[in-house]
């Protein structure tokens, strides 16, 4: 049984950093790349960006390119998103979750079999 727990979210202001955290349970961490997705109030889940395995490769949404970025520490088995230039449209709960390959998808939330419990990101108007 894989666990996902997120850590690292908050309130900051429009134009502050957060930078959040998922700590993985489980073996074999490197096999699967990991993504991050957000889902605000009264919207669908959405895709931020994903790392493939051995973190070569990143993908990300159009939204956050050049905002956010996203990293994984295999030996802590532990994945990042290191968000900077916040707005107020980037406030929702944000997820992490293990993709079924190694390679980092194109952002669809069905290549993804285990998901965390999410953290709140907030950035007030």
């Known amino acids: 049984q894989v666990q996902l727990v997120e850590s690292g979210g908050g309130l900051v202001q429009a134009g502050g950093s957060l930078r959040l955290s998922c700590a993985a349970s489980?073996?074999?961490?490197?096999?699967?790349?990991m993504g991050w997705f957000r889902q605000a109030p009264g919207k669908e889940r959405e895709f931020v960006a994903a790392?493939?395995?051995?973190?070569?490769?990143?993908y990300y949404a159009d939204s956050v390119e050049g905002r956010f970025t996203i990293s994984r520490d295999n030996a802590k088995n532990t994945v990042y998103l290191q968000m900077n230039s916040l707005k107020p449209e980037d406030t929702a709960v944000y997820y992490c979750?293990?993709?079924?390959?190694?390679?980092?998808?194109?952002?669809?939330?069905?290549?993804?079999?285990?998901w965390g419990q999410g953290t709140q990101v907030t950035v007030p108007s």
């Open positions: 979750g293990r993709n079924r390959s190694p390679g980092p998808g194109v952002g669809r939330p069905v290549e993804y079999d285990y």
């Open positions: 489980g073996r074999a961490f490197s096999s699967y790349a």
């Open positions: 790392i493939s395995g051995n973190g070569g490769s990143t």
